[in-house]
T-cell receptor, first 108, second 113 residues
Framework: RKEVEQDPGPFNVPEGATVAFNCTYS??????FFWYRQDCRKEPKLLMSVYSSGNEDGRFTAQLNRASQYISLLIRDSKLSDSATYLCVVFYGNKLVFGAGTILRVKS | IAGITQAPTSQILAAGRRMTLRCTQDMRHNAMYWYRQDLGLGLRLIHY???????GKGEVPDGYSVSRANTDDFPLTLASAVPSQTSVYFCASSEQGVTGELFFGEGSRLTVL
């Protein structure tokens, strides 16, 4: 079992739609969680950290469920510019573990 | 513009050749990292350096070496390239180590034939 698993997608959604991605992690001792965004053939960039209480940044909401060992990312009112690969990242044992990413395609 | 610069951006290399990927940052971050990204796999850590003068092995270090002579530069060397090292390589830095935000370079696309 992979340490961090994501549905690779692609998720094809129309503009304005709400879309959610889940990411599961295997190590219950995981301490910190992040979502990174990676545009096609570009470098990853931090989208947001994920806090235990959940957090929101504009149209983006991240949540953590420690009991079920998953984190989620919700994107409301999708824009064409949201099209990218979203990487789930988990920190434990002094290392970062990256998921393989979920592809989102927003279409007009 | 502050950030991380990688070179070359793309390279085709014959198997058995030696290759050094360069990485320079101007943010004065202590921690630097080299990752490789392959289709269907997450970014995997090759080597890291928590501060100038120190380096450590990551998840997939075999066939690679690094050095950290100063804060700004963190080159990655493939001593004798093999086709399985065909990948996209990202250099990254962080002010706070792996618990903080990682800033990535634009990547170096390496093809070993």
């Amino acid at each position: 079992r992979k340490e961090v698993e994501q549905d690779p997608g692609p998720f094809n959604v129309p503009e304005g739609a709400t879309v959610a991605f889940n990411c599961t992690y295997s190590n219950s001792a995981s301490q910190s969680f992040f979502w990174y965004r990676q545009d096609c053939r570009k470098e990853p960039k931090l989208l947001m950290s994920v806090y235990s209480s959940g957090n929101e940044d504009g149209r983006f909401t991240a949540q953590l469920n420690r009991a079920s060992q998953y984190i989620s990312l919700l994107i409301r009112d999708s824009k064409l510019s949201d099209s990218a690969t979203y990487l789930c990242v988990v920190f434990y044992g002094n290392k970062l573990v990256f998921g393989a990413g979920t592809i989102l395609r927003v279409k007009s | 513009i502050a950030g991380i610069t990688q070179a070359p951006t793309s390279q085709i290399l014959a198997a058995g050749r030696r290759m050094t990927l360069r990485c320079t940052q101007d943010m004065r971050h202590n921690a630097m990292y080299w990752y490789r990204q392959d289709l269907g796999l997450g970014l995997r850590l090759i080597h890291y350096s928590n501060t100038a003068g120190t380096t450590g092995k990551g998840e997939v270090p075999d066939g690679y070496s690094v050095s950290r002579a100063n804060t700004d530069d963190f080159p990655l060397t493939l001593a004798s390239a093999v086709p399985s090292q065909t990948s996209v390589y990202f250099c990254a830095s962080s002010e706070q180590g792996v618990t903080g935000e990682l800033f990535f370079g634009e990547g170096s696309r390496l093809t070993v034939l």
